[in-house]
């Protein structure tokens, strides 16, 4: 009985362990990371993992966001997690700046008639 039990637990941490170690589990810490922001439309994109790789307590994924107005419009971002009492957390991210356009076609420009035009930076207030 008392071997049983030893087997059983062992399965136990195994199942566990492959669960935290999935790739389904960092794209789930990402999708967690990307609602903590309240500024982020997530209705007006798409999001598709590309590439996600595990070893050990570290992980990478590039993610592919396109845009659900101007679907010529994409962006991949590089996420990097580590695994922090038995949970991916997303410790840093980076764009590619040149990242935006079509992806199947690098050469071709996003319509920037169909753009918002850029803000303007407030400008300085002068103090007394």
Same mark, same amino acid.
């Given at each position: 009985?008392?071997? @049983?039990?030893?087997?059983?637990?062992?399965?136990?941490?195994?199942? $566990?362990?492959?669960? &935290?170690? $999935?790739? =389904?589990?960092? %794209?789930?810490?990402?999708? %967690? /990371?990307?609602?903590?922001?309240? /500024?982020?439309?997530?209705? !007006?994109?798409? &999001?598709?993992?590309?590439?996600?790789?595990?070893?050990?307590? &570290?992980?990478?994924? @590039?993610?592919? *966001?396109?845009?659900?107005?101007?679907?010529? @419009?994409?962006? /991949?971002?590089? *996420?990097?997690?580590? @695994? %922090?009492?038995?949970?991916?957390?997303?410790? !840093?991210?980076?764009?590619?700046?040149?990242?935006?356009?079509?992806? =199947?076609?690098?050469?071709?420009?996003?319509?920037?008639?169909?753009?918002?035009?850029?803000?303007?930076?407030? =400008?300085?207030?002068? =103090? /007394?």
């Amino acid at each position: 009985m008392r071997q @049983l039990c030893l087997i059983i637990l062992c399965a136990v941490a195994v199942a $566990s362990c492959s669960r &935290t170690h $999935s790739k =389904s589990a960092v %794209e789930a810490a990402i999708q %967690e /990371h990307l609602h903590t922001n309240p /500024h982020l439309m997530q209705d !007006s994109f798409s &999001t598709q993992f590309e590439d996600v790789a595990v070893k050990g307590d &570290t992980a990478v994924a @590039l993610v592919k *966001y396109q845009s659900k107005a101007m679907p010529k @419009l994409a962006v /991949h971002v590089h *996420y990097t997690l580590k @695994l %922090e009492q038995g949970r991916w957390q997303v410790t !840093s991210s980076s764009t590619d700046a040149t990242d935006r356009t079509n992806p =199947s076609n690098p050469h071709a420009g996003t319509n920037m008639d169909q753009m918002p035009p850029p803000q303007n930076p407030p =400008s300085p207030i002068a =103090s /007394h």
